[in-house]
């Protein structure tokens, strides 16, 4: 039996139950239908074939997940921050006891391909212990004395948190974002993506095993239209954490104003991949292939745009375009896959779109450019050449395997070409110059750069953009930041003289 024939196999087994009961909300430890009974289909972006059937929630489970959130909430925050990482280290330990579940429901939900998923199930349990080892400090404050006052700060847990995540990588990003909020003392209401809900019920499950008192985590599915927008809206969630696109951003922030919601924003990118003639060619050609064809290429860090030195050009771009070609797209749970199918057929056609787009700017299409195969919403990947930075394939961000090539004459218009967006979220530079990497990124507009380096998270880290790219940062305390508020609390250390009225 092919590793793939096998891997199809156990995933058929594990999908047995959701087929049986579909997949249910759960709300203060239960599990639930939606309240008015309706369902929606969750289907393979593999071959378009049902997966199973999910709650359709909507306000009124939104309310009852709130409402649960509500009453639980004292308590969790009030228990010793020593028992709450107790607590969420059974949870990742329940994460690496079921990766291979995770990773082959995600592979089938999203189409991303095993190779990424399995790693991004064991990072998941990274995220929880990461975070419950730092639960016990998380509300350490300052001392900060005045000739009258002893001055000291202190955090508390906001409240009831709603906690929004999509569908490219839904399980490494709920754990992202969710495991903070717990640590901090907060409750939850999650609503996943209703395109990808089967890894967030296999989370919420591990939880609830690992003895995770009921109320303080609950699930919502549904649609952004219904459930998402009666989230945003309810008064007793304090804050939502969002990750997705960056108009959808816009109207979750005028959706909680009137109740005064804090908002934490992971958005969308255009991230430049700036590559200058000094540059190690070959390690910067393997990250920028790295960084815009791994996982589908729907990743909102991918460097969607490679900025190249003129003199180096020609011959760097030949390099490119033989690799491209040479990317396995395939089944996403065939080991050897490296770009699986996109989540579904409007984004489908939406990244195909752009192929036109391109020609008719007078962009070349060096690789790609065309459906791969006849069945399910597989792309080849894609390399657009000759382009300018005012060609739509470099403004909008496209959100698939496709990449953006664009030339420069010097370091000047290298950095005016890589802040020309209306997004800042990454940046990719390529130089042995340290001078130059010093001065140029001090330049980019970006919440985050690497300098001859791909992507690596390091927890401890800032993660977050500028502009259109999001508000806020998640990552060690700075997550902490987000799901706290700040108490000063000041202590007279003697009799100073205080103001009298009316005396």
């Known amino acids: ?70 009453a639980a909430f004292p308590a969790w925050r009030d228990m010793p921050a020593t028992e709450r990482k107790a607590i969420l280290h059974r949870i990742a330990d329940g994460i690496v006891a079921r990766a291979e579940e995770i990773a082959l429901c995600e592979c089938w939900d999203t189409g991303q391909a095993l190779r990424f998923m399995s790693k991004a199930a064991l990072r998941g349990a990274d995220n929880f212990r990461f975070f419950a080892d730092r639960a016990p400090s998380a509300r350490d404050g300052q001392m900060l004395p005045s000739p009258t006052l002893m001055n000291v700060t202190t955090r508390v847990p906001l409240g009831p948190i709603g906690v929004i995540t999509p569908w490219n990588t839904p399980f490494m990003l709920s754990t992202w974002k969710i495991a903070p909020a717990l640590a901090a003392g907060c409750t939850v209401v999650h609503k996943p993506a209703e395109f990808s809900p089967l890894t967030a019920r296999i989370l919420a499950e591990i939880a609830h095993d690992a003895g995770l008192p009921p109320g303080v985590w609950n699930l919502v599915n549904g649609f952004g239209e219904e459930a998402g927008r009666a989230l945003t809206e309810h008064p007793d969630i304090k804050a939502i954490a969002f990750v997705g696109e960056s108009k959808t951003g816009s109207m979750i922030m005028a959706q909680g104003a009137p109740t005064l919601k804090r908002v934490h924003f992971e958005l969308g990118g255009k991230n430049p991949v700036v590559v200058f003639d000094d540059a190690d060619l070959d390690r910067a050609l393997d990250a920028a292939i790295f960084m815009i064809y791994s996982l589908n290429g729907e990743r909102c860090t991918s460097s969607s745009r490679l900025l190249i030195h003129q003199d180096i050009a020609e011959a760097f771009e030949a390099k490119l375009i033989e690799r491209v070609n040479n990317i396995q797209v395939g089944h996403p749970l065939d080991p050897k896959t490296e770009i699986g199918p996109l989540i579904h057929k409007v984004h489908f056609d939406k990244v195909t779109s752009y192929f036109d787009i391109a020609r008719k700017d007078g962009a070349t299409i060096a690789a790609g450019g065309a459906r791969h195969g006849d069945t399910g919403w597989f792309v080849r990947p894609t390399l657009f050449t000759g382009a300018t930075n005012d060609m739509t394939i470099a403004q909008e961000e496209i959100f698939g395997p496709v990449l953006t090539a664009i030339r420069f004459t010097d370091e000047d218009e290298a950095l005016n070409i890589a802040n020309d967006t209306q997004y800042g979220l990454t940046a990719y530079v390529w130089t042995n110059d340290v001078t130059r990497a010093m001065r140029f990124t001090n330049q980019l507009e970006a919440g985050m750069i690497w300098v001859n380096s791909e992507n690596v998270r390091h927890l401890p880290t800032p993660f977050g953009g500028v502009k259109a790219s999001g508000i806020g940062r998640d990552g060690g305390d700075w997550s902490f930041e987000f799901y706290m508020e700040q108490k000063h609390i000041g202590f007279a250390i003697g009799h100073h003289k205080i103001p009298r009225l009316g005396a």
Do not use: Y
Request: aromatic share 2%.
């Open 1 to 70: 039996m092919s590793d793939l024939a096998a891997n199809l196999a156990t995933l058929d087994a594990l999908l047995d139950k959701h087929r049986a009961s579909g997949i249910t909300n759960l709300i203060n430890g239960e599990a639930r239908p939606a309240a008015s009974g309706q369902t929606f289909e969750t289907t393979s972006p593999v071959d378009e074939s049902v997966i199973c059937t999910v709650a359709r929630g909507d306000a009124t489970d939104i309310d009852a997940a709130a409402q649960a959130a509500k």
